[in-house]
């Protein structure tokens, strides 16, 4: 972690300061010398009480957002005629003001052409449409009028003739009566209730013919495909044709000229004909026009989209800037590593040069009372492990930072629970695939969140994968079976047909059968074979092992309480909180931890009374026992009731060390805090840390310090002892999850292998290997999704608990802010505005 100061920046004279300004920024974040350009600036804003649209450089932003509507306009038309964005991956400087005045007039000019283009493609799309409705209208009719002069035999031909002679009603023929029709087309799905209208409007005086257009037409309007059909009423006087075209209107019916003489319409038809083919070649050469400049704008998109985010930021950045009293100079204030403090003052340099500026940029540490943001170094391993810190909170300034612990600790808890060398074989390849193919990954950038997930995790997934590796040899498990590299160190000196019958047959370590010799390396193969007592013996090891690492685990937490306490010189603290902690937890749970190495070590099958196997105590009785104050139970005949010499006396001595640490953590340090006020006869100044070393009270700056009376100080240490007494008890036991979680582990991975894969292992011939690649094939998918993905996520969720709340909770607040460096990256990837909370 590294400590900030703010600083002072004087930046140039008036009239060249924006060009300047920007430079510097420029080379500050964009320079290759090195990547910590791009993480050294935490804006401050100068100007909180100045309203956002009344800034220096608010106009400036306005164009920005102006030029960023119209890219945005460009890509949504290239994205319409799914043409590709062209995308080197370089990362163009932000542009110089006067280039900003030549990209206005560009993206002006673009936006310009295009919407008259495609302006002008509408009203030809539309022209286009009528003339095919019309196309289509004139085919139709023509039909219509053919069968009325052709002869009518059907009813509806009647009915058509009625309307169109008297003969049908009156019975004699009085001639032809002159009646007047209308065309046009129809939204397809409108057609029944316009004829519905036309029926009860008219009361039955029209006749309506109709037929449907096959294909379907393009909507000029958004580009939808429709279907309409063509229609032709016929009605009688001006009173029925003007109500008709009311209708018509109302169902929003396109009405088109149909003339009455069929050689009229041949030759309206061939007119059609002749001028859609023209619209066809004229919007052929639109289209061509307005793909031809998507293209070229296609080819520049990204760079101009990268330069005018680049420049949007540094005017946004600007206007936290404040005006000295002479208005010739721009005043900054931000956090900046103290590391890099020379890196900025040799980029200031370096952009006073390249803008041609006489005046040097002054840059000075000033004294500040404000807490410093967090800011922890990270690369692209360390990166996802202070994610998973910073996502429980972030460390508070200069605050021990755990994030170097769990590197290792994470991945080792998780394979004590995914312990299986197949399954860890599996997770340590997919990570090591995406860590040899992280540049070709990292530039796709997706959208995808879960993949994102597990790329941002690459370096974990490979660890976890590697440490559950070293524990499946451990355990000697490999999908549910064992390895029997050395050879096993029992052997079988029984005949045949007793191993055969006797199911639960038992090997006796204290017998010849037994090379006196333990396994090399893990567990002994003929464990596996051990069916009934396999999962008894390995459930005392795990859950013993279990709580050797908690325990290991916390006091290591505790451990770093001490570091805190003593870089923040919190005596205090080190003295009333660290040492009766540190005391209650190693004299209950470490001496727990302590029997079980003596029992190991002392008690065997082998030996003789009272240090044989039969002998050896239980070590949860003895715990209770020895926090009841209560006498060992009677042991068995031969068989001493105590571990060791003096074991009741030590137990009873560690149990009141431990039970007089609880009042030393509850009353030290708030009768220590009050004695000190006592003595210099000060109201109470909240700290840091709550409390005052010394006689003397710690130094913190007015307005960020609040009084704290005596019985709020009680109440919280209270609390905190409360907290720490029996989560110790509660932590414990949290940590037996290692235990459990691995023995379900196991025993998922044995039943796929015995209700899957081993079924088709013992099948044999042409149809037994079709059945093993159905089975292995089953039997696949089920170990990746079910014990790789599924369990490994609930193994990771275990320990990820593990870490926040069993080992953080003994020295981590996390009650920090982060550090956020003006970065063009974050700016990029976000697309966001990195001031507008400020503004």
């Given at each position: 972690m590294e400590r900030y100061w703010d600083i002072s920046t004087r930046l140039f004279k008036e009239t060249k300061k924006k060009s300047q300004i920007m430079k510097i920024i420029q080379n500050e974040v964009d320079s290759g010398d090195r990547e910590d350009y791009r993480r050294n600036h935490k804006e401050l804003n100068l100007n909180p009480d100045v309203n956002a649209f009344q800034r220096k450089f608010v106009n400036e932003v306005r164009r920005c957002d102006e030029m960023e509507r119209k890219l945005r306009y460009l890509e949504k038309e290239i994205k319409k005629d799914g043409i590709p964005m062209l995308d080197t991956g370089d990362s163009p400087e932000a542009p110089q003001p006067r280039e900003m005045i030549d990209l206005e007039a560009t993206f002006e000019k673009l936006e310009n052409e295009l919407r008259e283009v495609n302006q002008n493609a509408e009203a030809l799309q539309r022209n286009f449409?009528?003339?095919?409705?019309?196309?289509?209208?004139?085919?139709?009719?023509?039909?219509?009028?053919?069968?009325?002069?052709?002869?009518?035999?059907?009813?509806?031909?009647?009915?058509?003739?009625?309307?169109?002679?008297?003969?049908?009603?009156?019975?004699?023929?009085?001639?032809?009566?002159?009646?007047?029709?209308?065309?046009?087309?129809?939204?397809?799905?409108?057609?029944?209730?316009?004829?519905?209208?036309?029926?009860?409007?008219?009361?039955?005086?029209?006749?309506?013919?109709?037929?449907?257009?096959?294909?379907?037409?393009?909507?000029?309007?958004?580009?939808?495909?429709?279907?309409?059909?063509?229609?032709?009423?016929?009605?009688?006087?001006d009173q029925l044709k003007t109500r008709v075209k009311k209708i018509c209107e109302g169902f929003?019916?396109?009405?088109?000229?149909?003339?009455?003489?069929?050689?009229?319409?041949?030759?309206?038809?061939?007119?059609?004909?002749?001028?859609?083919?023209?619209?066809?070649?004229?919007?052929?050469?639109?289209?061509?026009?307005?793909?031809?400049?998507?293209?070229?704008?296609?080819?520049?998109?990204?760079?101009?989209?990268?330069?005018?985010?680049?420049?949007?930021?540094?005017?946004?950045?600007?206007?936290?800037?404040?005006?000295?009293?002479?208005?010739?100079?721009?005043?900054?204030?931000?956090?900046?590593?103290?590391?890099?403090?020379?890196?900025?003052?040799?980029?200031?340099?370096?952009?006073?040069?390249?803008?041609?500026?006489?005046?040097?940029?002054?840059?000075?540490?000033?004294?500040?009372?404000?807490?410093?943001?967090?800011?922890?170094?990270?690369?692209?391993?360390?990166?996802?492990?202070?994610?998973?810190?910073?996502?429980?909170?972030?460390?508070?300034?200069?605050?021990?930072?755990?994030?170097?612990y769990t590197i290792i600790t994470f991945p080792f808890l998780f394979a004590v629970m995914f312990g299986d060398l197949g399954h860890g074989a599996i997770m340590m390849l997919f990570g090591l695939w995406m860590i040899r193919k992280e540049k070709g990954l990292a530039a796709q950038k997706t959208d995808n969140e879960i993949w994102n997930i597990f790329f941002g995790g690459r370096y974990i997934i490979f660890l976890m994968g590697c440490f559950s590796m070293y524990t499946g040899i451990i355990y000697n498990d490999i999908f549910s079976k064992s390895l029997n590299v050395f050879g096993s160190h029992w052997k079988v000196e029984r005949n045949s047909s007793e191993i055969m019958s006797n199911n639960y047959l038992q090997l006796n370590p204290a017998?010849?059968?037994?090379?006196?010799?333990?396994?090399?390396?893990?567990?002994?193969?003929?464990?596996?074979?051990?069916?009934?007592?396999?999962?008894?013996?390995?459930?005392?090891?795990?859950m013993k092992i279990s709580i050797i690492f908690g325990?290991?685990?916390?006091?290591?937490?505790?451990?770093?309480?001490?570091?805190?306490?003593?870089?923040?010189?919190?005596?205090?603290g080190i003295l009333y909180e660290f040492v009766p902690q540190i005391i209650f937890l190693c004299c209950l749970f470490g001496y727990m931890v302590l029997l079980m190495f003596i029992k190991w070590n002392k008690y065997a099958a082998e030996r003789p009374n009272p240090y044989s196997s039969a002998c050896a105590p239980s070590i949860l009785i003895t715990f209770i026992n020895m926090v009841l104050f209560k006498e060992a139970n009677k042991p068995p005949e031969g068989c001493h009731s105590n571990m060791f010499a003096g074991q009741g006396f030590f137990e009873t001595l560690f149990v009141l060390i431990a039970v007089a640490a609880i009042p030393v953590m509850l009353f030290a340090k708030p009768w220590h805090i009050?004695?000190?006020?006592?003595?210099?006869?000060?109201?109470?100044?909240?700290?840091?840390?709550?409390?005052?070393?010394?006689?003397?009270?710690?130094?913190?700056?007015?307005?960020?310090?609040?009084?704290?009376?005596?019985?709020?100080?009680?109440?919280?240490?209270?609390?905190?002892?409360?907290?720490?007494?029996?989560g110790s008890v509660s932590h414990t036991a949290s940590y037996l999850r290692l235990w459990a979680l691995s023995l379900a582990h196991a025993q998922l991975a044995e039943v796929l292998w015995d209700m899957v894969?081993?079924?088709?292992?013992?099948?044999?011939?042409?149809?037994?290997?079709?059945?093993?690649?159905?089975?292995?094939?089953?039997?696949?998918?089920?170990?990746v999704g079910i014990l790789v993905l599924m369990e490994g996520l609930s193994a990771f969720l275990h320990t990820l608990r593990l870490h926040w709340v069993e080992f953080q909770s003994k020295f981590y607040q996390g009650q920090g802010y982060a550090f956020q460096p003006f970065s063009f990256d974050t700016i990029l990837e976000t697309g966001a505005n990195p001031n507008a909370n400020e503004e």
């Open positions: 449409l009528e003339l095919t409705e019309l196309k289509h209208i004139l085919r139709k009719t023509q039909v219509f009028f053919d069968e009325q002069e052709g002869g009518l035999n059907t009813q509806t031909e009647s009915m058509t003739k009625a309307l169109i002679t008297d003969e049908f009603r009156t019975g004699q023929s009085l001639g032809p009566v002159q009646l007047g029709f209308v065309a046009g087309v129809i939204l397809r799905e409108r057609l029944p209730a316009f004829e519905r209208m036309l029926w009860r409007a008219c009361r039955g005086n029209v006749f309506l013919r109709q037929a449907m257009i096959e294909n379907a037409l393009e909507d000029p309007s958004n580009g939808d495909q429709v279907y309409k059909s063509v229609f032709i009423i016929f009605f009688q006087g929003r019916a396109t009405l088109y000229p149909c003339p009455e003489s069929p050689s009229d319409r041949r030759e309206m038809a061939m007119g059609v004909m002749t001028r859609i083919e023209d619209l066809n070649t004229v919007l052929g050469q639109t289209q061509d026009h307005r793909h031809r400049v998507l293209v070229a704008a296609a080819k520049n998109l990204k760079n101009w989209f990268v330069k005018v985010r680049k420049i949007k930021a540094i005017y946004h950045t600007l206007n936290l800037f404040n005006l000295d009293v002479t208005k010739k100079c721009l005043i900054a204030e931000c956090w900046v590593p103290v590391l890099d403090i020379e890196t900025i003052r040799v980029a200031l340099s370096r952009g006073t040069e390249r803008s041609g500026s006489s005046v040097p940029p002054i840059l000075n540490r000033i004294d500040n009372f404000e807490n410093p943001p967090t800011y922890n170094r990270t690369n692209k391993f360390t990166k996802a492990f202070q994610a998973l810190i910073d996502a429980y909170g972030v460390a508070s300034y200069r605050e021990m930072n755990p994030a170097p017998t010849n059968e037994y090379v006196k010799d333990p396994y090399p390396f893990g567990m002994d193969p003929v464990w596996q074979i051990a069916r009934s007592n396999k999962i008894i013996f390995q459930n005392a090891y795990k325990v290991v685990h916390m006091i290591f937490g505790v451990s770093m309480a001490y570091q805190n306490h003593k870089y923040f010189n919190n005596r205090i009050m004695q000190q006020r006592k003595q210099s006869n000060v109201q109470p100044i909240a700290t840091s840390n709550g409390d005052a070393e010394s006689g003397v009270v710690n130094q913190q700056p007015q307005g960020h310090g609040q009084e704290e009376e005596m019985s709020e100080i009680f109440i919280h240490q209270g609390i905190h002892t409360i907290e720490y007494v029996l894969l081993r079924n088709g292992l013992k099948q044999i011939g042409w149809g037994g290997g079709i059945l093993l690649v159905i089975t292995f094939s089953f039997w696949a998918v089920l170990t």
